[in-house]
């Protein structure tokens, strides 16, 4: 938490908002709180429930509407932000603003740290496939990402913004070092389906973090780290995880292993909690639905604050 008379650290999130459940700005919003910062959001959608349900309704937000809310800060003077935080975008247009917008803050205060996650797609049983239109990906590639500080793609979205495809772990951090090179100095490859060395009920994630030393010279910390596979689709898992490597690079900056390690054992304890209270509701023998699946995010508030490390990194 910040200690008195610290400056308190504030995060301009646009995501999506939806009435029910957690998903987006309803994901990252409690979670940063009860780290300690001031978040600002601005949800890119407005809809009842997440679309893995049977029915949702609700509107979305335009580039233009998202240029007018930023000027009514901008009027206030109140648009100074230590963070910017962006998620799931299918609008080419918003994402473009997106981008004027993080150039904006970046130019008024250097400091400004953009951590994106490039949402566009996923691998179901080996084949990748997109959920976004295509025409995102180019403005991934040349627009966000080269303005990004922090993204966590999953191995496809890493696969389909590098042209590169990962079937090993050198070959993903190749792609990763590729990343880098196209700006953000943090890359969290947040699942991908590698062999993990603890067998196949386990999950990879790799993490690189590339800093510059005073002296001019990069110096390059590369992690691994194996998750316990949960047998359940989960809704706003991605969301949440960006929210809190935000907040645990900003409070272990030269540490990406500590950073990661608290980031992946909070989401493990939601998820166990989430998948447990979900087949409680479901009853013996039945499969839980959307709505028994929605991330456990306030029941997990003491995980989330101070997490036990249940998962630790392996430096590569």
């Known amino acids: ?39 600002d959001t601005i949800n890119s959608v407005q809809f009842s ?84 239109p295509e025409d995102l990906l180019p403005v991934y590639k040349n627009k966000v990402v080269p303005v990004a500080d922090i993204i966590t793609p999953n191995q496809f979205e890493a696969e389909l913004l590098t042209g590169r495809k990962i079937h090993t772990e050198k070959e993903a951090i190749e792609v990763m070092d590729m990343l880098h090179n196209m700006g953000p100095e943090t890359v969290v490859i947040t699942s991908s389906d590698l062999q993990a060395p603890s067998g196949n009920d386990y999950l990879i994630a790799l993490g690189s973090q590339r800093k510059t030393k005073a002296d001019g010279t990069k110096m390059t910390q590369r992690i691994r780290m194996e998750s316990p596979k949960v047998d359940a689709v989960f809704v706003g898992t991605g969301d949440l995880f960006a929210a809190m490597l935000l907040a645990w690079t900003h409070k272990h900056p030269n540490n990406l292993k500590v950073a990661c390690e608290k980031t992946v054992s909070a989401m493990q ?24 699946l929605e991330l456990r995010i306030v029941q997990s508030k003491k995980d989330i604050e101070n997490p036990e490390i249940i998962i630790k990194a392996t430096v590569l």
């Not at 008195?4 to 301009?12: D, I, S």
């Not at 998903?23 to 009860?34: D, I, M, S, Y």
């Not at 893995?52 to 930023?70: A, C, F, I, P, R």
């Open 49 to 132: 429930n997440h679309t893995g349900y049977d029915h949702w309704k609700g509107q979305v937000l335009n580039s233009d509407e998202l240029h007018e809310l930023y000027e009514g800060l901008k009027l206030n003077k109140v648009n100074r932000y230590d963070y910017v935080l962006t998620g799931y975008t299918r609008d080419k247009s918003f994402l473009e603003m997106v981008v004027d917008i993080v150039q904006e803050l970046k130019h008024q205060n250097s400091n400004v740290v953009y951590v994106c996650d490039p949402v566009m797609g996923d691998k179901w049983s080996g084949e990748g496939c997109m959920y976004v």
């Open 1 to 39: 938490m910040a200690a008195a008379g610290e400056e308190e650290c504030k995060v301009l999130s646009i995501q999506s908002h939806v009435v029910r459940g957690y998903v987006g700005n309803k994901a990252a919003t409690f979670p940063l709180q009860v780290l300690g910062f001031e978040i």
């Open 269 to 292: 304890q939601v998820l166990q909690r989430t998948i447990t209270s979900a087949h409680a509701q479901a009853g013996k023998g039945n499969k839980p639905n959307s709505a028994q």
